[in-house]
């Protein structure tokens, strides 16, 4: 195990990890008996990194082997979850949204035409 450690470290290789369940390996044995491992990895340099810039690892399904097999994924479908700020008009009159803007100071803002 040192000498594999030691390509990982030399090849400046990363395991970019996975999402869902960890284990890639199972004994495929009734529960009390079941013994399931993280064995095998996906391991990328950095070079890859640079060119995908969020790769991600899927386990697919199990098709019998006692390995379950892994997808690199270079292009995941990203949600956009940031939605654009928008000031809503009714803010203004509220005294206390309109004292935290005031101590906010001089920011480099476009603000509503209200709040002056």
């Known amino acids: 195990m040192a000498a594999f450690n ?12 996975m999402t869902g ?9 009734a529960e009390s008996e079941l013994i399931q491992e993280r064995l095998d990895r996906v391991l ?14 899927l386990r697919l399904s199990e098709n019998g082997s006692n390995h379950v097999p892994l997808l690199l994924n270079t292009n995941p479908q990203v949600e956009k979850t940031k939605r654009q700020f928008k ?5 203004c009159s509220v005294e ?21």
């Open 6 to 17: 030691l390509f990982i470290s030399d090849n400046d290789l990363v395991d970019i990890g």
């Open 21 to 29: 369940r960890q284990y890639t390996w199972s004994n495929k044995r």
């Open 44 to 57: 990328v340099n950095g070079g890859l990194l640079q060119s995908f810039c969020h790769p991600t690892v």
């Open 87 to 91: 000031f809503q008009e009714r803010w």
């Open 96 to 116: 206390e949204i309109r004292s935290i803007i005031r101590e906010a100071g001089p920011l480099q803002l476009k603000v509503h035409q209200c709040i002056f």
